[in-house]
C-alpha cells in the first residue's frame, strides 16, 4: 500500500497512512462521525480499525475543537454535538499483519516488549525524552482511558463480524439478481437491492 492513498466519496474522502486512516469532513453535520454510518466504505478492510478516534472540528471551545473518544460501533457513536462542524475525523489503525514474537504494535511499529511502565501509545524514544512529571501524566491518562478502550474492542470486534457479514450477503445477493442482466438493469437492480437492505 502507498504511504497516502485517498478515496473520494462525494465531498467527504478518505486518508490512509501507515497507522492511521482519516476522513476528512467538508459535508457539515452535526454528528461525529462513524464510518458505519457511510455508504461509501472505507478503503481498507473493516478488522483494521482500531477504536481509538480523534475528531477535530472548527469550533471556538475547547472541549469540542478535539475530541478523543472510541468508537465501538453502536449508535453512540454518532452522537450530535449540537452544533453544525467540518474537520476530520482519525481512526487508530491495526497492522495488516502479525509481527514477530515479543513484539507490541505501537503506532506503526513493532517494538519489543520490555518491562516498563510506557504505556502502549508512546514510542520508547519519546518516553525516554519525558520527564518524570510528565511521564506520571501520560500514564494516568492511559490508565483512565485504558477499560474503554479494552470493552470498546470487544464490541466493535462484534460489531464488524456483523458488518463484514452483512455485506458478504449483499454481495451474494446482488450477484445472484445481476448475473444476467445488462449494465443499465443491473445497475438499477444493484439500487432497488440496496435500498431494500437497509
Same mark, same amino acid.
Given at each position: /500500500?502507498?504511504?497516502?492513498?485517498?478515496?473520494?466519496?462525494? #465531498?467527504?474522502?478518505?486518508?490512509?497512512?501507515?497507522?492511521?486512516?482519516?476522513?476528512?469532513?467538508?459535508?457539515?453535520?452535526?454528528? $461525529?462521525?462513524?464510518?458505519?454510518?457511510?455508504?461509501? =466504505? =472505507?478503503?481498507? =478492510?473493516?478488522?483494521?480499525?482500531?477504536?481509538?478516534?480523534?475528531?477535530?472540528?472548527?469550533?471556538? +471551545?475547547?472541549?469540542?475543537?478535539?475530541?478523543?473518544?472510541?468508537?465501538?460501533?453502536?449508535?453512540?457513536?454518532?452522537?450530535?454535538?449540537?452544533?453544525?462542524?467540518?474537520?476530520?475525523?482519525?481512526?487508530?489503525?491495526?497492522? +495488516?499483519?502479525?509481527?514477530? =514474537?515479543?513484539?507490541?504494535?505501537?503506532?506503526?511499529?513493532?517494538?519489543? !516488549?520490555?518491562?516498563?511502565?510506557?504505556?502502549?501509545?508512546?514510542?520508547?524514544?519519546?518516553?525516554?525524552? $519525558?520527564? &518524570?512529571?510528565?511521564?506520571?501524566?501520560?500514564?494516568? +491518562?492511559? $490508565?483512565? #482511558? &485504558?477499560?474503554?478502550?479494552?470493552?470498546?474492542? +470487544?464490541? $466493535?470486534?462484534?460489531?464488524?463480524?456483523? &458488518?463484514?457479514?452483512?455485506?458478504?450477503?449483499?454481495?451474494?445477493?446482488?450477484?445472484?439478481?445481476? !448475473?444476467?442482466?445488462?449494465?443499465? /438493469?443491473?445497475?438499477?437492480?444493484?439500487?432497488?437491492?440496496? &435500498?431494500?437492505?437497509?
Amino acid at each position: /500500500m502507498n504511504p497516502e492513498i485517498t478515496a473520494h466519496g462525494g #465531498k467527504d474522502y478518505w486518508v490512509v497512512k501507515k497507522y492511521e486512516i482519516t476522513r476528512l469532513c467538508k459535508d457539515p453535520r452535526d454528528k $461525529l462521525f462513524s464510518p458505519f454510518a457511510r455508504r461509501d =466504505p =472505507p478503503p481498507i =478492510p473493516w478488522h483494521r480499525f482500531d477504536v481509538e478516534r480523534t475528531t477535530k472540528t472548527e469550533s471556538e +471551545e475547547a472541549e469540542t475543537r478535539k475530541i478523543e473518544d472510541a468508537w465501538d460501533g453502536s449508535i453512540k457513536d454518532t452522537r450530535s454535538l449540537g452544533f453544525s462542524w467540518t474537520g476530520e475525523t482519525t481512526f487508530v489503525l491495526h497492522p +495488516e499483519e502479525e509481527g514477530p =514474537p515479543g513484539h507490541t504494535y505501537v503506532l506503526g511499529r513493532w517494538i519489543k !516488549d520490555q518491562s516498563t511502565q510506557r504505556p502502549p501509545t508512546v514510542w520508547p524514544e519519546v518516553w525516554g525524552l $519525558l520527564s &518524570k512529571k510528565q511521564r506520571s501524566k501520560v500514564r494516568e +491518562e492511559w $490508565l483512565k #482511558k &485504558k477499560g474503554k478502550i479494552e470493552s470498546a474492542r +470487544e464490541s $466493535l470486534k462484534i460489531a464488524i463480524d456483523k &458488518k463484514v457479514e452483512e455485506e458478504k450477503e449483499l454481495n451474494e445477493l446482488l450477484r445472484d439478481n445481476t !448475473d444476467h442482466d445488462g449494465p443499465s /438493469m443491473r445497475e438499477a437492480r444493484e439500487k432497488s437491492i440496496r &435500498k431494500s437492505v437497509k
